[in-house]
């Protein structure tokens, strides 16, 4: 596939969502709900588990497959109130020392205005100031669309997986096409230019792992081991070598 087929395939309402994948990796899973300041969000699921013997926060990004399931969960784009919850429950983790895993699937944040007056912009800022520092160990899997800060929010994490018919960008490819030429009739030109796909943005080294849609049932191991050995890094080399991951990209 070229890199806008990418792009549609991950749209795709057939992909294994965040649910999906919590069923196939955590054991014993507990959602939790609520920012504890407004409300609760259903496009942010979260909460406590296992992967293997190892208890962890999980957080995902829930787009739901049929057209009710999607109503609920708001096509997958978070409220404010979903990066607060998401927010806390990773400062519980850091309390608690759980590794923290994330499951990332959206086009973006909610753009209302109701997400406005709620603070989106701030709770997105929040997110990636607190994961900058957080003293536990995160890892994000990109498992279809990572678009925008609404994705940034949730990859600001010591290792980032991809799909590898997923794809992660700072733009979609038709707002990037309107921006430059005035039409979304160009975005297969744009998708090109971005570099939103994995085996690109691996090159780049700004993700760390590209996952095979053949191998999905080795994620729980392969989660496991890479959270077991960020685990034994003393925290301040992990905080530090997370902050020089982002900043040596571009370089």
């Avoid at 085996?199 to 496991?224: A, H, M, T, W």
Wanted: with cysteine; aromatic share 8%; net charge negative.
């Amino acid at each position: 596939m070229d890199d806008y087929e990418i792009v549609l395939g991950a749209r795709g309402e057939n992909r294994l969502t965040a649910l999906n994948f919590i069923d196939l990796v955590v054991t014993d899973f507990i959602e939790l709900h609520g920012d504890r300041l407004y409300g609760d969000d259903k496009a942010i699921v979260g909460g406590i588990g296992k992967v293997g013997n190892m208890p962890v926060t999980v957080i995902g990004v829930e787009k739901g497959k049929s057209l009710e399931q999607r109503i609920e969960h708001n096509f997958g784009s978070a409220q404010p109130e979903g990066y607060r919850k998401a927010l806390r429950l990773m400062k519980q983790a850091e309390k608690f020392h759980r590794p923290i895993l994330i499951f990332v699937d959206t086009a973006g944040a909610f753009c209302g205005i109701d997400a406005e007056e709620h603070g989106q912009g701030r709770a997105i800022a929040d997110n990636l100031f607190e994961m900058s520092d957080l003293k536990t160990p995160i890892l994000s899997i990109v498992i279809g669309e990572g678009g925008s800060g609404g994705a940034l929010a949730l990859s600001h994490s010591d290792r980032i997986w991809m799909m590898e018919d997923a794809y992660f960008s700072v733009v979609s490819p038709e707002s990037c096409a309107n921006i430059l030429w005035k039409t979304t009739d160009r975005a297969y030109e744009a998708a090109n230019a971005l570099s939103l796909t994995a085996p690109k943005l691996y090159q780049l080294g700004i993700i760390d792992r590209i996952c095979r849609q053949d191998s999905v049932v080795n994620l729980p191991e392969e989660i496991f081991a890479e959270l077991e050995e960020l685990r034994k890094k003393p925290v301040s080399m992990l905080v530090e070598e997370r902050y020089m991951k982002f900043r040596k990209i571009g370089y």
